[in-house]
């Protein structure tokens, strides 16, 4: 496994001489546009209480079906992140200081909207002495005092260069969820994740489960980018090698021109198959298709892999 010490350097994307044409989106990708007055008053409360969510910034195309359920994912830590990989829409530069009503406005959110289940994520801040681990600490505390029957799933960066003192931390805290994405196959981190290290990121998820093994750990991928059907393969046994109990797989959508390339539209029968494969190799759930993202349908995706480990431990 890769030393630790190789996320010093970060090798620059290739850029194409000329960029292809985006590529039409098949019929199974597409999504009405949110018009709903559930959508609308989730938006109008993530304004007044100043919060930023992943379902705008990062442009999912579930925003629509999740805003009108009342369910947000909400991006903590500001809006600007200090990476910029090829596939992310997330604005790219010098953030904000971390505003501190943060995570009582998010904890104000989870009550007002009657989540079950919340999802937080973040921005990197490679510009933070934590990396912003202290502020997933402080938001899940205010969750726990304001909504204490609420489920916390939290969605993190790799906290480059301070990734074990910041899991540790965040694993005291006590969420119910660590998410921490592998993104794509190694092949592909050159281009498409740049700032970042594929056995890095395992390793962030062999760390949680080394701290606590009843924090249930969770990781996706996208499928588009070029990626070979062996090596997803790969990626799964190497999730299940770091004990991740939950795999994501979606398909790759390029937020635009600028962005990495929609290589390929995978069908929605492959996407059952490698649902299928992952199941095969022991993970406790598995979300496989084309508009499956991190936070689609977390809630009742986490009720299962809950039921699911408590059968597996009754079995046993």
């Not at 500001?78 to 090829?86: K, L, N, Y």
């Not at 301070?162 to 694993?171: L, N, T, Y």
Request: include cysteine.
């Amino acid at each position: 496994m890769s030393p630790m010490n190789d996320l010093a350097s970060t090798p620059q994307p290739q850029q194409p001489a000329e960029r292809p044409a985006r590529q039409r989106k098949p019929d199974w990708i597409r999504v009405r546009a949110p018009v709903s007055e559930g959508y609308k008053e989730t938006r109008k409360l993530m304004r007044e209480l100043n919060l930023h969510t992943v379902c705008e910034e990062a442009a999912c195309p579930n925003i629509g079906e999740c805003w009108t359920k009342k369910h947000a994912t909400v991006m903590i830590l500001g809006d600007v992140c200090t990476r910029a990989c090829a596939f992310c829409n997330v604005k790219t530069g010098m953030p904000r200081a971390v505003d501190p009503l943060e995570p009582e406005h998010t904890a104000i959110a989870a009550a007002k909207m009657g989540l079950e289940h919340i999802v937080i994520t973040s921005v990197d801040r490679d510009d933070l002495p934590d990396g912003g681990a202290s502020q997933f600490v402080k938001v899940i505390e205010a969750l726990r005092r304001t909504t204490p029957n609420t489920t916390i799933e939290i969605l993190t960066p790799d906290f480059r260069g301070k990734m074990r003192s910041a899991v540790e931390m965040i694993c005291e805290a006590g969420p119910d969820v660590y998410n921490h994405n592998l993104e794509t196959v190694p092949r592909l981190y050159p281009t498409i994740r740049p700032g970042a290290r594929y056995y890095a990121s395992l390793r962030l998820l062999e760390e949680v489960k080394a701290h606590n093994a009843l924090i249930f750990t969770k990781s996706g991928i996208m499928l588009g980018l070029g990626e070979q059907r062996l090596e997803v393969h790969q990626v799964m046994d190497d999730m299940r090698s770091a004990e991740v109990d939950f795999i994501t797989m979606g398909q790759y959508l390029q937020p635009t021109p600028k962005h990495a390339h929609v290589e390929e539209f995978v069908t929605p029968k492959a996407f059952e198959a490698y649902g299928a494969i992952a199941r095969a190799k022991g993970f406790l759930q598995v979300a496989s298709s084309p508009l499956t993202r991190s936070s689609y349908h977390a809630g009742d995706d986490f009720a299962k892999m809950r039921a699911a480990r408590e059968a597996k431990l009754a079995k046993a």
